[in-house]
Nanobody, 123 residues
Framework: VQLQASGGGLVQTGGSLRLSCAASGGTVSDYAIGWFRQIPGKEREFVAAITRSGGNTGYADSVKGRFTISRDKDKNTVYLQLNSLKPEDTAVYCC?????????????????WGQGTEVTVSS
């Protein structure tokens, strides 16, 4: 499966963005999908994930209550809605897939990766 992330941009503190992770060559419902973010010089950080069934989701404590992961099987796309953005959310966001029922929070366990989309939150 190939993944393409998009939707990043520049937004003010408190603003919102919706990131998309479009899949091709495979079906999102065949994979657990995770979102990760990375700041230069820092380790990749787990943000959110959704199980293969779409029935369960998980979030990092730092984004819980502000970010929402969802899936549209018809569009073969996973979304990450980012609300109440803070400057510390500034990073490159990437989506990843692994062919199992449950998701991992460890980025090393994911098999397929899309390119990143940059999110910048100004103060």
């Amino acid at each position: 499966v190939q993944l393409q992330a998009s939707g990043g941009g520049l937004v003010q503190t408190g603003g919102s963005l919706r990131l998309s992770c479009a899949a091709s060559g495979g079906t999102v419902s065949d994979y657990a999908i995770g979102w990760f973010r990375q700041i230069p010089g820092k380790e990749r950080e787990f943000v959110a994930a959704i199980t293969r069934s779409g029935g369960n989701t998980g979030y990092a404590d730092s984004v819980k209550g502000r970010f929402t992961i969802s899936r549209d099987k018809d569009k073969n796309t996973v979304y990450l809605q980012l609300n109440s953005l803070k400057p510390e959310d500034t990073a490159v966001y990437c989506c990843a897939a692994v062919g199992r029922l449950g998701y991992y929070s460890d980025y090393a366990r994911y098999t397929y990766w899309g390119q990143g989309t940059e999110v910048t939150v100004s103060s």
